[in-house]
Each structure stands twice: as structure tokens, then as C-alpha cells.
């Protein structure tokens, strides 16, 4: 099998899944090493397939949605409690970014959509495993939060105001961070 059969291959799998489907198991179906298989789906990625990583492993969005980039500040303590308030509204939380003065935007994928993810997220946080990427801007930090519906970006968007979580955009910032 080529290359590009075994990529579209993984399009028709992920696909046809519900769930994540992990790099070992791809890998073993596909008789590749699960190395060949992260080169795919960045392979698959540059050519704007949507498949994002979850800690269960890989999953391609085929839904409509909505998105939207929240600015967001608080403390480490309050980290479960905003993710939490974006998940049960029914979002998902794709990434988190920040935007440095210096270094520009650094970013990191999350795809965070439900309490056991958040858990999962918090366990690893707290394990010292990593930190937060908001500590780099002193809590400062954005969230592309993904939804249904404009609707459901807007309760979410109500409920982090709400909990005192919302930032404005400052003069320095720019409004499309992907531009830069």
C-alpha cells in the first residue's frame, strides 16, 4: 500500500469511528510503525483535513460547527472551573493560546469536550507532568471553544463573564492571531 492509500485509508477510518481511534491501533491496522502514522496525520493536516488529537487518540471532526476565540484571566485555582463551565454548556474546548509580546502566539492543542477530559487534563497538570501556558502572560491566556451552534458560543462566552473570566483584547493584540 502507498503512502497516499494508507492516508486516505486513515480519512475512511476515522471516519467511520465514534471514537478516537489511538497511533498503536491505526499503526497495527495499517501494519506501519505508530511514527509513520503521527507523519499521515500531519500529512493529512497540512492538506486541511480536520483530525484532532484527544488524550484517547485521534478523531476527524465531520460536524458543522461554531467557533469562537474567548481572552480569558484567571488563576491556577480556577482553571477546572472554567473548563468545566465551557463543557457543560456543551462546548469543546480545541486549544489554548497565548499571544507574547516578543515571541508572538505560542499554542497548543486541548480538544478538551467533556468532565473526564477535564479531569484527565487536571490530573496530568497537577502530577507536574507539565505547566500552564497562561503562567508565560500571568494568566492571560485564549481558548478557541468550539460549538453547535452560535447559540451555545454565546451561553458559554455569558458563563465565563459571568464567573469573571472574560478579558478584553488590548490595542497591541490582533484581532486574527493566525495572520502573524
Not at 486549544?95 to 509580546?101: G, L
Not at 515571541?103 to 497537577?126: F, L, Q
Not at 500552564?132 to 481558548?143: A, D, K, Q
Not at 465565563?160 to 484581532?175: D, H, N, R, S, T
Request: negative net charge; charged residues 30%; glycine residues 6%.
Amino acid at each position: 500500500m502507498s503512502g497516499e492509500e494508507r492516508r486516505e485509508k486513515i480519512i475512511h477510518m476515522l471516519s467511520d469511528s465514534k471514537e478516537p481511534i489511538s497511533g498503536v491501533s491505526l499503526a497495527k491496522q495499517l501494519e506501519v510503525s505508530r511514527q509513520v502514522i503521527v507523519q499521515d496525520i500531519a500529512l493529512l493536516r497540512a492538506r486541511d483535513i480536520d483530525i484532532y488529537s484527544t488524550c484517547r487518540g485521534y478523531m476527524i471532526n465531520q460536524q458543522v460547527e461554531c467557533s469562537r476565540i474567548l481572552k480569558i484571566h484567571h488563576g491556577e485555582e480556577d482553571v477546572e472551573k472554567e473548563l468545566k463551565a465551557i463543557v457543560d454548556l456543551g462546548g469543546r474546548v480545541k486549544d489554548v493560546f497565548v499571544f507574547h509580546k516578543i515571541y508572538g502566539v505560542i499554542k497548543a492543542d486541548m480538544n478538551i469536550r467533556s468532565r473526564r477530559d477535564v479531569d484527565e487534563y487536571m490530573k496530568g497538570i497537577k502530577s507536574g507532568k507539565s505547566g500552564l501556558l497562561m503562567n508565560v502572560t500571568s494568566g492571560y491566556h485564549y481558548h478557541t471553544v468550539i460549538a453547535e451552534s452560535e447559540e451555545v458560543l454565546d451561553l458559554i462566552q455569558d458563563k465565563i463573564q459571568e464567573l469573571g473570566f472574560l478579558a478584553k483584547l488590548q490595542e497591541y493584540e490582533p484581532v486574527d492571531f493566525w495572520s502573524r
